[in-house]
T-cell receptor, first 115, second 111 residues
């Protein structure tokens, strides 16, 4: 299957700082990228959907000013957690898809710990 | 965000037995469904998919069944192996093109 690379795989940051997570599709053009958040022993919760060159669509309850998403090219999307707090600690996962109704490929995930 | 934020149900099976994992989806207009496997600390891995114009699809050791009448999906794993131990999620692509995950089931295979 296609490869999606997510970086970093884990990060520890101080409360109040910002963290950027990158998601790259390595061998296909990702017209759509999804960002998810996952707490232990729970399902993946969709945070936002981004299409290349346009603003991300955020799910209800997700603060767009706190979770900044940029999808500037067909191979790269970034999620920036601004002014991170301990409650933002979670596993963040990106997914990329080429086309409208096709399978989506997932990155390895990023474990964010805010101390 | 969309999803079900409940703790995962678990399924424990003996090595060599068949496993059946069930999932209820929410949107009757969804026309594409995917099963993913997630190992601890990793992103989900594609297993098998099915479109709404089918009711069954088979892969290697896995079969997905779709019942649109009751909005139910199942994943059958034949001859379950210890390496199959993971969390399994069904996901649907809704009308807006969003990939939405179901609750998930933790499969534990006893040797």
């Amino acid at each position: 299957g296609a490869v999606v690379s997510q970086h970093p795989s884990w990060v520890i940051c101080k409360s109040g700082t910002s963290v950027k997570i990158e998601c790259r599709s390595l061998d296909f053009q990702a017209t759509t990228m999804f960002w998810y958040r996952q707490f232990p022993k729970q399902s993946l919760m969709l945070m936002a959907t981004s299409n290349e060159g346009s603003k991300a669509t955020y799910e209800q309850g997700v603060e767009k000013d706190k979770f900044l998403i940029n999808h500037a090219s067909l191979t790269l999307s970034t999620l920036t957690v601004t002014s991170a707090h301990p409650e933002d600690s979670s596993f963040y996962i990106c997914s990329a898809r080429e086309g409208q109704v096709t399978e989506a490929f997932f990155g390895q995930g990023t474990r964010l710990t805010v101390v | 965000g969309e999803s079900v934020g409940l703790h995962l149900p678990t399924l424990s099976v003996q090595e060599g037995d068949n496993s059946i994992i069930n999932c209820a989806y929410s949107n009757s207009a969804s026309d594409y469904f995917i099963w993913y496997k997630q190992e601890s600390g990793k992103g989900p891995q594609f297993i098998i998919d099915i479109r709404s114009n089918m009711d069954k699809r088979q892969g290697q050791r896995v079969t997905v069944l779709l019942n649109k009448t009751v909005k139910h999906l199942s994943l059958q794993i034949a001859a379950t192996q210890p390496g199959d131990s993971a969390v399994y999620f069904c996901a649907e692509i809704n009308q807006g093109g969003k990939l939405i995950f179901g609750q998930g089931t933790e499969l534990s295979v006893k040797p």
